[in-house]
């Protein structure tokens, strides 16, 4: 687990806790380092709160230290919480722990902030409806709006619910079928359902069409890929 900022530290206080525990052990880091057979500098990066230790060696530490470790916050796949996060909601403004980026503690607080600030910002954006009756928004500074600057409504709005980026496979329903209520509670998330495996020909295809994107869709289908088979679980 990566800590980049104090804030980012899932236990705040646990570092200073493993010191104390292995002085009253009367254990020097490196001794400690040698007993749960990892190296010196990562107990000092445990102890400074710049690293967090891993499941094992959170088990280790309490098994050897005598202390009760922390379980980080996992969510339905099993994830580890990346920090603590602050809804944004400010009628919730509730501590929630983050697995990516999101600035809700739940699905309900996001619907209740975007519902309640929705009109406003809609008015302040350049908008049209295209004759299919999706509506898009100019933001030319996003990372899907084309050389026009204009992003399609329905998947901005998902995205502020969510916090993140959608993936390219992911698509938005309407709900009550209206293309152009782009209400939170109108929407739904889909992933493109999975077909069998596609043979060369399809394969072939899906790289010719990946060719011809700009280097940061690229990255962002690699980064979403890494994400999507870190979370895959194969029952052996
Ligand atoms: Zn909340």
New binding site residues.
């Given amino acids: 687990m990566t800590i980049r900022t104090k804030k980012d530290y899932p236990n705040p206080g646990f570092g200073k806790m493993i010191r104390e525990a292995r002085e009253r052990k009367g254990l020097t880091q490196p001794e400690l380092a040698q007993v749960l057979g990892t190296r010196k500098g990562l107990v000092s990066l445990w102890e400074r709160e710049q690293n967090f230790p891993n499941d094992a060696y959170l088990t280790k530490l309490g098994n050897v230290l005598e202390i009760d470790v922390p379980l980080p916050d996992r969510n339905a796949k099993g994830r580890r919480s990346s920090g603590k996060g602050i809804?944004?909601?400010e009628?919730?403004?509730?501590e929630?722990p983050r697995f990516h980026d999101e600035q809700?503690?739940?699905r309900?607080?996001?619907y209740q902030y975007l519902s309640e600030h929705h009109g406003k910002w809609n008015e302040k954006e350049r908008r049209y409806i295209d004759t299919q009756g999706y509506v898009h928004l100019r933001i030319p500074e996003h990372p899907d709006a084309g050389s026009t600057g204009y992003i399609r409504e329905h998947r901005y709005v998902m995205e502020q619910v969510l916090g993140r980026r959608l993936g390219p496979h992911e698509r938005i329903h309407h709900k009550n079928g209206n293309k152009s209520d782009n209400r939170p509670e109108n929407l739904e998330l889909w992933s493109v359902p999975k077909k069998d495996p596609p043979g060369q020909r399809q394969m072939d295809l899906v790289k010719a069409v990946i060719d011809g994107w700009s280097d940061v869709d690229k990255r962002d289908l690699q980064n979403w890929l890494q994400d999507l088979l870190a979370e895959i679980v194969i029952e052996p």
């Fill in positions: 809804c944004k909601n009628q919730c403004g509730k929630f809700f503690c739940s309900e607080c996001a």
